[in-house]
């Protein structure tokens, strides 16, 4: 089975940078769309960044001018590079690749933000 596994997060001071990577399991494979969503304790999982195979992206307003997600086709690879980072970014980033048929989750990794 094909697993996407994340990596980059941690703690970080308010204003701070991270880089998210996530890469799928198995090289073969391939996704149309790939994207970041999060959770933080007691809400609900939200969209933060999507983007197709062809490079289009869209973002949830609240990282805007904040955060950026690109993708490597020839790594199966996708990643969230995030500035400006604020408490409210808090939660566990989980990445997301949808094929023809399904879609795919990693296990998430936490992202903490320091006042």
């Known amino acids: 089975q094909v697993q996407l596994v994340e990596s980059g997060g941690g703690l970080v001071q308010a204003g701070g940078s991270l880089r998210l990577s996530c890469a799928a399991s198995e090289s073969r494979f391939s996704f149309d769309n790939m994207g970041w969503y999060r959770q933080a304790p007691g809400k609900q999982r939200e969209l933060v960044a999507i983007?197709?195979?062809?490079?289009?992206?869209n973002y949830a307003d609240s990282v805007k001018g904040r955060f950026t997600i690109d993708r490597d086709n020839a790594k199966n690879s996708v990643y969230l590079q995030m500035h400006s980072l604020k408490p409210d970014d808090t939660a566990v980033y989980y990445c997301?690749?949808?094929?023809?048929?399904?879609?795919?989750w990693g296990r998430g990794t936490q992202v903490t933000v320091s006042s």
């Open positions: 983007i197709t195979s062809g490079g289009s992206t």
């Open positions: 997301w690749g949808s094929a023809v048929k399904d879609a795919y």
